[in-house]
């Protein structure tokens, strides 16, 4: 059983940048990928990133509309991952979810374990 927390969320400017935080319990947090989701009032859930860890590698996986400005790292000894989001525009306001999965997939049904989202508005 893995529990997800996320933090860092909050109210910023357009242009400006926020770091989220997901924590997540357990002893086994390196074997699973990690992925990012988002919803924005009245859409579904998309996928923002996600990222793996095999090998002592990493890699990134990120929807076109984030790439290059949004980057998702891991700290496996701190048992987190985080979402770095700089230059956000207003269609980045949205509940940000963390899940951790077998796989660094896009799809909802390929992660295992939710956190509760934290909430990031965008102002203009």
């Known amino acids: 059983q893995v529990q997800l927390v996320e933090s860092g969320g909050g109210l910023v400017q357009a242009g400006g940048s926020l770091r989220l935080s997901c924590a997540a319990s357990?002893?086994?947090?390196?074997?699973?990928?990690m992925g990012w989701f988002r919803q924005a009032p009245g859409r579904e859930r998309e996928f923002v990133g996600a990222?793996?860890?095999?090998?002592?590698?990493?890699?990134?996986y990120y929807t076109d509309s984030v790439k290059g400005r949004f980057t998702i790292s891991r700290d496996n000894t701190k048992n987190t991952t985080y979402l770095q989001m700089n230059s956000l525009k207003s269609e980045d306001t949205a509940v940000y979810y963390c899940?951790?999965?077998?796989?660094?997939?896009?799809?909802?049904?390929?992660?295992?374990?939710w956190g509760q989202g934290t909430q990031v508005i965008v102002s203009t």
């Open positions: 990222i793996s860890w095999n090998n002592f590698r990493t890699a990134t």
């Open positions: 357990g002893r086994t947090f390196s074997s699973y990928a």
């Open positions: 899940a951790a999965g077998p796989r660094p997939a896009g799809i909802e049904s390929d992660y295992t374990y």
